[in-house]
């Protein structure tokens, strides 16, 4: 079965670095489009990040362009999202999406082409 676990939340200040890790099995991980949403509280969850299955196209929300990126290791079946620069307004559970088969980068962004998510690592920011 297909399983996306999350890692590498936590606590950071204002300024600081996390890495998240998403691990994944049950499936050709390199055939693929992968993302990052999170959710922060009281808030829709909304598109971080997306990386094509070759690691070529990818997208950015706009609230992180400059201070996030995605990239993905096919040989250790895992998708990684930097963050650098956080910012309270970073504070959310972090998701990793798999894009449903045909799906590229922009119809993942969207959400409906997710069709598998994992369980949320949570990345708190403090000021």
């Known amino acids: 079965q297909v399983q996306l676990e999350e890692s590498g939340g936590g606590l950071v200040q204002a300024g600081g670095s996390l890495r998240l890790s998403c691990g994944v099995s049950?499936?050709?991980?390199?055939?693929?489009?992968m993302g990052w949403f999170r959710q922060a509280p009281g808030k829709e969850r909304e598109a971080v990040a997306a990386?094509?299955?070759?690691?070529?196209?990818?997208y950015y929300a706009d609230s992180v362009k400059g201070r996030f990126t995605i990239s993905r290791e096919n040989g250790k079946n895992t998708v990684y999202l930097q963050m650098n620069g956080l910012k309270p307004e970073d504070t959310a559970v972090y998701y990793c999406?798999?894009?449903?088969?045909?799906?590229?980068?922009?119809?993942?962004?969207?959400?409906?082409?997710?069709?598998?998510w994992g369980k949320g690592t949570l990345v708190t920011v403090s000021s």
């Open positions: 049950g499936y050709t991980f390199s055939l693929y489009a």
């Open positions: 999406a798999k894009g449903a088969r045909g799906v590229g980068t922009p119809r993942l962004v969207e959400g409906t082409g997710v069709d598998y």
């Open positions: 990386i094509g299955s070759e690691g070529i196209f990818t």
